[in-house]
């Protein structure tokens, strides 16, 4: 097994992602996007290839070396409703439609993974997942679909890689416990009572009303979550009225709240509700709430993040593998985490002064052709050190 870094697929790798890129699709609609994965699986020798869903794709990999194991390895295959403005030569050929999340670049290194690894089945002892996953940009998310159709039942240990710009190309950052925040929020309408601006006893005004309810809702965090929690609640958005002189009937709130932990989780959702509830009767206000609860905390186990890092360290070297501070973004792979250990891994695509200053989901997010090989190089040492036949 010493040499099959000679078997990685490099230009390969990039050519799979360069398609991808160039050919993105929303979540749920990756029909090309999958297909063209399972095409490509098809061509490697000694892979199962399912559709647990209708746009992804798990290949499964049953070593020749004995029993062990199960290991999944997972890609996320969806792309953005983003326009795309980065300056690279094989942009997006789907106006409105962009790889903005590096989801092309993980579908490339795992494929790159599966190549590699198929060649290598009577070295391994177990078995082998590569999921493909769908629509992970899009709440409820494609891992939870999978979860449900079964893709989880007989795997041990998942454990997934997610690229990040401003980082060294090849760089492996390793988050130990709580990796990503849970992602929730709301959309309010408030329905209140219009009048001319010079009447305002006629009316309910919804801008006082939601101006109120704005300002308590700053105090949830600071007055009922313990300073060893965390907790942010951030209104991004408030619109009411046309015209200087006319109070409104409505007004339309919407907000962004991150949390680490189930418990403070549904303590936010609980004391949120609350507030709007008791606000907008104290004013004779009605509301229409709609409360949306996105993914929960991704929870990378201790012992499989040592591991994950260990594997890291021999194909890359201790000095491009650094334990990572948590994210404060959020992950639907945190859907496969909740029901078997696992560990999410960063990969550094390149730094700023090098093109790669954009953060994900930006219009010019980048990262460097380079970096890709680093993240299979990882894949595939996880599964040998796990599944590897021992001499």
Known sequence: MSNWFEKIPTENIIEWRRHLHQNPELSFKEFKTSQFIYDTLSSFPNLEITRPTETSVVAKLVGGAGDGKTIALRADIDALPITEEADIDFRSNHDGVMHACGHDTHTAMLLGAAYVLA????D???TVKFIFQHAEEQVPGGAQQLVHAGVLDGVDEIYGIHIMPNLTVGSIGVVSGVATTAADGFFLKIQGKGSHASTPELSVDPIVVGAEIVMALQTIVSRNVKPSDMAVLSIGEFHSGQ?????ADTARLSCSIRTTSEEVRNLMENRVKSVIEHITAAHGATYDLDYVRGYSPLYNDPDLAQKAKASAEKVLGKELVYDAPMLMASEDFSAYTNVIPGCFLFLGGGKEEQGCGY???????????ESLAYGTKVEVQVILDLLGKKS
Do not use: S, T, W
């Open 119 to 122: 060649e290598m089945k009577d």
């Open 359 to 369: 953060m994900n989901h930006h219009p010019k997010f980048k990262i460097l052709d």
């Open 124 to 126: 391994l002892a177990g």
């Open 243 to 247: 015209a200087p002189n006319i109070i």
